[in-house]
């Protein structure tokens, strides 16, 4: 489920391949920056859905633990390394957000709160997402979630801030776009 990748889906039916435009991601920011505002909100509640549901299904058939984290893992590779794009896919981060959202959805509320006012502050969304994700194994350590749990957390913080190296090297430089500007439309 995690390698179906809705952006390029959704690019795709508006004549746009979106891995050459942009930045070339097939995410929900980039998609809402190239093919629309609606494209790339359905891309979010889509690759949120590929973290979330695989996850609920899991704990709704009675897998363990373990099998359910490896459960949301294997969602969250899918995403960035899909079959159906040469694995070649996204961040990851919609999708993490739909696995933390059915194994912690308590401390994922708050972990939704620290992107919101990072992203109000910065109107950066690549550094709302890292700091996010560096910030998911902490909170949920802070919840008292297994170890299973908070580990899986860090693997996905550590794999989305590789998946933006290119995005903190702009960062570094000045040059990354600001959500809403005229540089990231």
């Known amino acids: 489920m995690g390698s179906v990748p809705v952006g390029f889906i959704l690019g795709s039916r508006s004549g746009i391949d979106v891995r050459e435009v942009g930045s070339g991601n097939v995410g929900a920011t980039n998609v809402a ?15 949120t859905a590929k973290g979330f549901l695989p ?3 899991a704990m709704q058939l009675g ?10 893992a294997a969602a969250f590779l899918g995403h960035l390394y899909p079959i159906f794009l040469k694995f070649k896919g996204g961040k990851g981060v919609a999708t993490a ?6 194994v912690a959805p308590m401390a994922t509320l708050v972990l939704v709160a620290l992107f919101a006012v990072t992203v109000l502050a910065s ?13 998911a194994p902490i909170i949920f350590w802070l919840f008292s979630y297994p ?12 794999a989305i801030t590789c998946r933006h190296r290119s ?6 430089n000045g040059s990354e776009p600001r959500f809403g500007s005229a540089s990231s439309q």
Do not use: E, H, W, Y
């Open 97 to 102: 957000l739909g696995v933390f959202l059915a």
């Open 123 to 135: 109107r950066i969304v690549s550094l709302s997402s890292i700091l996010t994700a560096v910030a």
């Open 167 to 172: 995005n903190i090297r702009r960062m570094m």
């Open 55 to 57: 996850v609920i299904l």
């Open 33 to 47: 920056r190239v093919v629309g505002k609606r494209q790339g909100i359905l891309t979010l509640i889509a690759d």
């Open 63 to 72: 897998a363990s633990l373990a099998a359910t984290v490896l459960v949301g």
């Open 147 to 158: 170890p299973l749990v908070v580990g899986m957390a860090a693997f996905i913080a550590l």
